[in-house]
């Protein structure tokens, strides 16, 4: 096998496999963001406590109810998303028409709620939730070991991102919700419920992003931060990707986190802050973002 | 579809006649009046206390010259307010200098930082300049992290002496410290004042309202943008300086993101776009966060759904109603 500047092999794919593990919740977060922002013209703030709650959820279920990991992935992200869909008809929906910065308001006020609840009722201490007996273990690879639950994780997030942008772009509904992004006084003249469809839209975001929450809990330890952190780096992402197309921000997702697994192998100081780095000179070369449309 | 590009803040009240009358008049005596009773505080109310909400109204100001008056949503104005506190108390601490010194230069850092960062963010507008911001600002939070010489990690730096202003008037008295802060206070919101006023801050104003028409009417507005950007970090930065010293510490908490939450909420209480706005928020957000100081996440609760409230059903925030109720700007 090679060795690249007295990196051993094992480890350099090892801390790349991890990146992309990252990078697969960048590209679902990030793609959630894009979905809302398309219809609902908001930034939404409260993603990454929504994201806290999939994976609180998951763990809820598991301690005081016996639910397992396959059924919680199921119904964590449904329970959030009917979550979702309340929060946009209750709050969100009553400041469409306003200046967008007030969506930014608004769930940002959403996320301290939600995060200062949990923390107020569970401390700020990780909680542990294991990783499902199914999915224990791995498998050597001669160049690596693979842990299967990773291995998962890095498929799942590919299929469902993928199966998000087939839906958009690929299919009937998927038309309509595009149709109403460009023109949602006409859609509703065809006899289609906007107000409804914006509704789902945000349920289907936020699940999506409750889904990586699941993902995430037997990764990372389940806390009440853990989305607000993850968040920001996700807006460094759609800042570089740009939100104007679905693959774009798949890509940019998986690519940035095998740059941040690379950075942590020849430069562990600087893996925190690789991210913002590459935005700061995205936004000096191309301030619309790699797949952004200039405004 | 209705216009989601429409301006942030007040414009409802301009359009009054009466608000016609030059709003500046009233303004001054509301700031002669504020001089008056902040120089009596001291004697009614804990003067630390009241030192720790004039430094956060100041902060809050700040943050409201570059939101209300210009319409950029910084979402990391906690980077130039901790970087300042951080450059000050260290230079306090250790380098042989009087505390105005050190506010100086916590104050100078914040500007340059604001400089940098300002050239950076004023590529993109509205929601992108927010994410822009909040990254930019995470980034000093991970320097911070990652320099424990400079920060001392999560300690942070304690036991910051007070010193001698000008090397004469010792700042381990309260009430000579306070006058000090009053006199900070006074300064920077006078600087506001005149900024938005001045011909430069109607300037500003048009870029909020409409960008392009002030682009056609020749001006650079990148240029104004920048210039407010930077004025507005750098009180952000004298205010973080001189809780540095008022308080003796600079912490990660002063460059941590819910940091720069609070001038935001402060902003969104008091009235966006009005001059003194800020300051009446940060008073009650501050007496707020006094009282529930033993309830731990709670008070992270009810910030956010002050929020939530604020946006749905405040908008004009405290005096802003009150300013369309007497029909003045204030």
Same mark, same amino acid.
């Given at each position: 096998?090679?060795? /690249?500047?007295? $990196?051993?092999?094992?480890?350099?794919?090892?801390?790349?496999? +991890?990146?992309?593990?990252?990078?697969?919740?960048?590209?679902?977060?990030?793609?959630?963001?894009?979905?809302?922002?398309?219809?609902?013209?908001?930034?939404?703030?409260?993603?990454?406590?929504? #994201?806290? +709650?999939?994976?609180?959820?998951?763990?809820? =279920?598991?301690?005081?109810?016996?639910?397992?990991?396959?059924?919680?992935?199921?119904?964590?992200?449904?329970?959030?998303?009917?979550?979702?869909?309340?929060?946009?008809?209750?709050?969100?929906?009553?400041?469409?028409?306003?200046?967008?910065?007030?969506?930014?308001?608004?769930?940002?006020?959403?996320?301290?709620?939600?995060?200062?609840?949990?923390?107020?009722?569970?401390?700020?201490?990780?909680?542990?939730?294991?990783?499902?007996?199914?999915?224990?273990?791995?498998?050597?690879?001669?160049?690596?070991?693979?842990?299967?639950?990773?291995?998962?994780?890095? @498929?799942?997030?590919?299929?469902?991102?993928?199966?998000?942008?087939?839906?958009?772009?690929?299919?009937?509904?998927?038309?309509?919700?595009?149709?109403?992004?460009?023109?949602?006084?006409?859609?509703?003249?065809?006899?289609?419920?906007?107000?409804?469809?914006?509704?789902?839209?945000?349920?289907?975001?936020?699940?999506?992003?409750?889904?990586?929450?699941?993902? @995430?809990?037997?990764? #990372?330890?389940?806390?009440?931060?853990?989305?607000?952190?993850?968040?920001?780096?996700?807006?460094?992402?759609?800042?570089?990707?740009?939100? =104007?197309?679905?693959?774009?921000?798949?890509?940019?997702?998986?690519?940035?986190?095998?740059?941040?697994?690379?950075?942590?192998?020849?430069?562990?100081?600087?893996?925190?802050?690789?991210?913002?780095?590459?935005?700061?000179?995205?936004?000096?070369?191309?301030?619309?973002?790699?797949?952004?449309?200039?405004? | 579809?209705?216009?989601?590009?429409?301006? $942030?803040?007040?414009?409802?009240?301009?359009?009054?006649?009466?608000?016609? &009358?030059?709003?500046?008049?009233?303004?001054?005596?509301?700031?002669?009046?504020? *001089?008056?009773?902040?120089?009596?505080?001291?004697?009614?109310?804990?003067?630390?206390?009241?030192?720790?909400?004039?430094?956060?109204?100041?902060?809050?100001?700040? *943050?409201?010259?570059?939101?209300?008056?210009?319409?950029?949503?910084?979402?990391?104005?906690?980077?130039?307010?901790?970087?300042?506190?951080?450059?000050?108390?260290?230079?306090?601490?250790?380098?042989?200098?009087?505390?105005?010194?050190?506010? +100086?230069?916590?104050?100078?850092?914040?500007?340059?930082?604001?400089?940098?960062?300002?050239?950076?963010?004023?590529?993109?507008?509205?929601?992108?300049?927010?994410?822009?911001?909040? @990254?930019?600002?995470?980034?000093?939070?991970?320097?911070?992290?990652?320099?424990?010489?400079?920060?001392?990690?999560?300690?942070?730096?304690?036991?910051?002496?007070?010193?001698?202003?000008?090397?004469?008037?010792?700042?381990?008295?309260?009430?000579?410290?306070?006058?000090?802060?009053?006199?900070?206070?006074?300064?920077?919101?006078?600087? !506001?004042?005149?900024? $938005?006023?001045?011909?430069?801050?109607?300037?500003?104003?048009? !870029?909020?309202?409409?960008?392009?028409?002030?682009?056609?009417?020749? #001006?650079?507005?990148?240029?104004?943008?920048?210039?407010?950007?930077?004025?507005?970090?750098?009180?952000?930065?004298?205010?973080?300086?001189?809780?540095?010293?008022?308080?003796?510490? @600079?912490?990660?908490?002063?460059?941590?993101?819910?940091?720069?939450?609070?001038?935001? /909420?402060?902003?969104?209480?008091?009235?966006?776009?009005?001059?003194?706005?800020?300051?009446?928020?940060?008073?009650?957000?501050?007496?707020? %966060?006094?009282?529930?100081?033993?309830?731990?996440?709670?008070?992270?609760?009810? %910030?956010?759904?002050?929020?939530?409230?604020?946006?749905?059903?405040? &908008?004009?925030?405290?005096?802003?109603?009150?300013?369309?109720?007497?029909?003045?700007?204030?």
């Amino acid at each position: 096998m090679f060795e /690249l500047i007295g $990196i051993p092999p094992q480890a350099l794919l090892g801390q790349l496999f +991890l990146g992309l593990i990252n990078g697969s919740f960048y590209a679902t977060l990030s793609l959630g963001l894009a979905v809302i922002f398309g219809l609902l013209h908001i930034i939404n703030f409260a993603h990454g406590a929504f #994201y806290m +709650l999939g994976a609180f959820a998951a763990w809820f =279920g598991l301690t005081h109810f016996g639910i397992g990991y396959w059924s919680a992935l199921v119904l964590a992200p449904l329970i959030v998303g009917a979550a979702g869909i309340a929060v946009e008809r209750l709050l969100i929906a009553r400041i469409s028409g306003l200046n967008v910065l007030y969506g930014l308001l608004l769930t940002f006020g959403l996320a301290l709620v939600v995060q200062g609840l949990v923390r107020n009722f569970y401390g700020s201490s990780g909680l542990r939730y294991p990783v499902p007996a199914d999915l224990a273990g791995g498998k050597n690879l001669g160049f690596m070991f693979l842990p299967w639950y990773r291995g998962w994780v890095l @498929a799942i997030s590919v299929v469902v991102c993928l199966t998000t942008w087939f839906v958009i772009e690929r299919t009937r509904i998927g038309s309509t919700l595009r149709a109403a992004q460009e023109n949602p006084g006409l859609v509703e003249a065809f006899g289609i419920n906007v107000p409804r469809l914006v509704s789902l839209t945000y349920g289907v975001g936020v699940a999506l992003a409750a889904f990586a929450g699941v993902l @995430a809990a037997p990764i #990372y330890s389940v806390q009440p931060e853990m989305g607000a952190d993850l968040l920001i780096v996700v807006f460094a992402v759609v800042v570089i990707g740009g939100m =104007g197309s679905i693959l774009g921000s798949i890509l940019t997702g998986l690519g940035l986190g095998l740059i941040e697994g690379l950075t942590k192998v020849f430069y562990p100081e600087a893996s925190n802050v690789v991210i913002f780095v590459i935005m700061v000179v995205v936004l000096m070369i191309k301030p619309e973002g790699l797949f952004g449309s200039a405004q | 579809m209705t216009d989601t590009s429409a301006p $942030i803040g007040l414009t409802a009240a301009r359009a009054t006649p009466a608000a016609e &009358r030059d709003p500046k008049q009233l303004q001054r005596w509301i700031f002669v009046g504020l *001089f008056l009773f902040l120089c009596a505080a001291p004697w009614f109310a804990y003067p630390i206390f009241v030192m720790k909400i004039l430094c956060f109204a100041l902060f809050a100001s700040a *943050f409201n010259l570059l939101f209300g008056y210009v319409g950029l949503l910084s979402f990391g104005h906690a980077a130039y307010f901790g970087m300042a506190s951080y450059v000050a108390a260290y230079t306090a601490k250790f380098w042989p200098v009087t505390p105005e010194i050190a506010i +100086l230069l916590g104050t100078a850092t914040a500007t340059l930082m604001g400089l940098v960062f300002g050239a950076i963010a004023i590529r993109r507008q509205g929601i992108y300049f927010a994410m822009i911001t909040l @990254a930019l600002a995470q980034l000093v939070y991970f320097f911070a992290i990652q320099t424990p010489k400079f920060t001392h990690g999560e300690d942070g730096l304690q036991g910051v002496p007070r010193g001698y202003l000008f090397g004469i008037f010792d700042l381990a008295n309260d009430m000579t410290l306070y006058a000090m802060v009053l006199a900070i206070f006074m300064g920077g919101m006078l600087l !506001i004042h005149r900024v $938005i006023h001045s011909p430069f801050g109607q300037i500003l104003q048009a !870029i909020r309202d409409n960008e392009p028409r002030a682009i056609s009417l020749g #001006y650079r507005t990148q240029r104004y943008k920048l210039l407010g950007l930077v004025l507005s970090a750098g009180i952000a930065g004298l205010a973080g300086a001189t809780k540095a010293i008022v308080f003796q510490v @600079a912490t990660l908490v002063d460059v941590h993101w819910s940091m720069s939450g609070e001038p935001i /909420l402060m902003t969104l209480v008091g009235g966006m776009g009005t001059i003194f706005g800020p300051m009446v928020g940060a008073a009650v957000i501050g007496v707020m %966060q006094n009282y529930m100081q033993g309830l731990g996440s709670w008070l992270t609760v009810t %910030q956010g759904l002050i929020f939530i409230f604020c946006v749905l059903a405040f &908008r004009a925030g405290i005096v802003g109603t009150i300013g369309r109720l007497i029909r003045r700007d204030i």
